[in-house]
C-alpha cells in the first residue's frame, strides 16, 4: 500500500487544519492507521491512531479533546482533524499503516507500522 499525505500549512494559534492520508494499492480499511509528528532533532511521537478491526481510537495526552482521527473506508482515506492549534504542534506530520488490529501500546509504536507517508508540514504560529 502507499500513503500520500496531504493538508499541512501554516495556521494560527487557535485554528484548525484537517490533514488527510489517501491510501492505495490495497484495502486499507482493514489496517490500523495512525498519525505521527517530527519536529527536526527531536524523535518522532505519536499523535493520533485508530485499530483497524475495532476501529477504537487512541490519542496522545498532549492532543486529547484537540485532535480528531476518523477514516472513510470507501476513498481508502483517513483524516485528522486538528483544532485548537499551538505553536507546539508545529511538525512534520505522517501517517502510517499496518495490516490488522494493533492494541493501544503497540499502536503507539512507529515500529509496529510497516507504511509510511511521505509527511506534510504544518506550521503554528502564535
Known amino acids: 500500500v502507499q500513503l500520500q499525505a496531504s493538508g499541512g500549512g501554516l495556521v494560527q494559534a487557535g485554528g484548525s487544519l484537517r490533514l488527510s492520508c489517501a491510501a492505495s494499492?490495497?484495502?486499507?480499511?482493514?489496517?490500523?492507521k495512525g498519525w505521527f509528528r517530527q519536529v527536526l532533532g527531536k524523535e518522532r511521537e505519536f499523535v493520533a491512531g485508530?485499530?483497524?478491526?475495532?476501529?477504537?481510537?487512541h490519542y496522545a495526552d498532549s492532543v486529547k479533546d484537540r485532535f480528531i482521527i476518523s477514516t472513510e473506508s470507501a476513498k481508502n482515506t483517513v483524516f485528522l482533524q486538528m483544532n485548537n492549534l499551538k505553536p507546539e504542534d508545529t511538525a512534520v506530520y505522517y501517517c502510517?499503516?499496518?495490516?490488522?488490529?494493533?492494541?493501544?501500546?503497540?499502536?503507539?509504536?512507529?515500529?509496529?507500522?510497516?507504511?509510511w507517508g511521505q509527511g506534510t508540514q504544518v506550521t503554528v504560529s502564535s
Open positions: 502510517a499503516g499496518q495490516p490488522g488490529e494493533l492494541g493501544s501500546l503497540s499502536l503507539r509504536d512507529g515500529a509496529r507500522y510497516d507504511y
Open positions: 494499492g490495497r484495502t486499507f480499511s482493514i489496517y490500523t
Open positions: 485508530i485499530s483497524g478491526i475495532s476501529g477504537k481510537t
